[in-house]
């Protein structure tokens, strides 16, 4: 005869009881969600996404934005250009009002949370969303401007990388945001 397990202890799982008093956050720790010991940093309510993720998730929606950019932009020109911006900005308020996440977030499996775990609201979305394609729509007045705006998109990639420890870029500084694993 075996032992029986502890009352609200499943008989086939090894993990660990949950802890007194409640459970964790949902989707995180052992019971789900990012992997196990990844560290979370103050101010984080969950583990901070891989710059990587953060890229291939931003070159998604950037694929994305180019096509329609270029599109209008060939038929509409300067307009065009402004149209397709304010699509892009709408774009990344709307996706990621609704739950932390654009098409490229989702693929990676990370979204957008504000700091210290706090509810995204609509006056940090729209700072975000209109900060970071901004200064793309300037990129076809000129070609100087081209590289000012490359240079701009480069300087918010490598922020991402070395900023300790929330790895935050100007556009989630100023909107108080952070980009973390999405819970499965």
């Known amino acids: 005869m075996t032992a029986e397990p502890p009352p609200g202890q499943n008989p086939y799982e090894s993990s660990p009881p949950p802890p007194p008093g409640g459970y964790p956050p949902p989707g995180y720790g052992p019971y789900g969600g990012a992997p196990q010991g990844a560290p979370i940093p103050p101010g984080a309510p969950a583990p901070l996404?891989?710059?990587?993720?953060?890229?291939?998730?931003?070159?998604?929606?950037?694929?994305?934005?180019?096509?329609?950019?270029?599109i209008l932009s060939g038929i509409l020109g300067l307009i065009g250009g402004l149209i397709a911006y304010l699509g892009y900005a709408a774009y990344d308020y709307m996706?990621?009002?609704?739950?932390?996440?654009?098409?490229?977030?989702?693929?990676?499996?990370?979204?957008?949370?504000?700091?210290?775990?706090?509810?995204?609201?609509?006056?940090?979305?729209?700072?975000?969303?209109?900060?970071?394609?901004?200064?793309?729509?300037?990129?076809?007045l000129a070609f100087v401007l081209s590289g000012i705006v490359?240079?701009?998109?480069?300087?918010?990639?490598?922020?991402?990388?070395?900023?300790?420890?929330l790895h935050q870029g100007i556009h989630d500084k100023i909107a108080g945001t952070l980009v973390v694993k999405a819970p499965h």
Do not use: N
């Open 150 to 165: 490359g240079l701009f998109v480069l300087v918010l990639g490598i922020l991402i990388i070395v900023d300790s420890p």
């Open 49 to 70: 996404a891989e710059w990587w993720e953060r890229w291939v998730a931003r070159l998604i929606d950037t694929i994305i934005f180019a096509v329609v950019f270029f």
């Open 95 to 140: 996706l990621h009002s609704k739950d932390g996440q654009t098409v490229g977030k989702k693929a990676m499996k990370i979204q957008l949370v504000g700091v210290g775990g706090a509810p995204l609201d609509s006056s940090a979305l729209m700072k975000r969303s209109a900060i970071y394609p901004g200064v793309m729509v300037l990129s076809p």
